[in-house]
């Protein structure tokens, strides 16, 4: 079973710090690239930023870019999610996902883990 896992949500106050966690089991990590998404609230998924598993070539979406950064460690079976200084409008479930490259459409990535809450008080 491919399997996907994201850790370390929870509530921050605007200005604060968190980094996301997604560990993948069931196949082998280093063979998809893993993007990040979030969805909040009555609002359709987006893609927040995206790692290229042959180079480490990173992709942020325009609202997170320089305040974020995704990260691998193949290892560990893990991509993470750093974020720094934190909006309200950044509060959303994070998923991560999988797929055979970073530029494909959102429903080509497979393998959805269930998700992890973000909240940023203001």
């Known amino acids: 079973e491919v399997k996907l896992v994201e850790s370390g949500g929870g509530l921050v106050q605007a200005g604060g710090s968190l980094r996301l966690s997604c560990t993948a089991s069931?196949?082998?990590?280093?063979?998809?690239?893993i993007g990040w998404f979030r969805q909040a609230p009555g609002k359709e998924p987006e893609g927040v930023a995206c790692?290229?598993?042959?180079?480490?070539?990173?992709y942020y979406m325009d609202s997170v870019k320089g305040r974020s950064t995704i990260s691998s460690d193949k290892a560990k079976n893990t991509v993470y999610l750093q974020m720094n200084m934190l909006k309200f409008e950044d509060t959303a479930v994070y998923y991560c996902?999988?797929?055979?490259?970073?530029?494909?459409?959102?429903?080509?990535?497979?393998?959805w883990g269930l998700g992890t809450q973000v909240t940023v008080s203001s």
């Open positions: 790692i290229k598993m042959t180079d480490g070539s990173t």
């Open positions: 069931g196949f082998t990590f280093g063979d998809y690239d």
């Open positions: 996902a999988a797929a055979a490259s970073c530029q494909v459409a959102q429903d080509e990535f497979h393998s």
